[in-house]
């Protein structure tokens, strides 16, 4: 599955019209992402986030929530600091 929006630096926009909202701490990686990357969504055991979306070429994992979720402030300090 492809990219079909990437407007906004935290939110992705796939092919199938699922959209991501990205974690915080994987923004570095989301900006490496070309209009060809291909990904696979998968659920995930996290603490934070239920899926990823893993980069086929590279293997690369960023850590997602359905688009209409948010992130608590205290979640995402509580991970920088650990």
Same mark, same amino acid.
């Given at each position: 599955m492809r990219i079909k929006k990437h407007e906004k630096s935290y939110i992705?926009? !796939?092919e199938d019209d699922s959209a991501w909202r990205i974690w915080p701490c994987? !923004? !570095?990686t989301s900006l490496h992402?070309?209009?060809t990357t291909q990904f696979e969504?998968?659920?995930i055991d996290d603490d934070h986030?239920?899926? @990823?979306l893993i980069d086929h070429t590279t293997g690369m994992r960023v850590r997602v929530?359905? @688009?209409t @979720?948010?992130?608590a402030p205290e979640q995402i300090e509580a991970s920088l600091v650990s």
């Open positions: 992705v926009e !796939l994987d !923004l !570095l992402w070309m209009p969504v998968s659920e986030c239920t899926h @990823a929530v359905e @688009a @979720a948010t992130f």
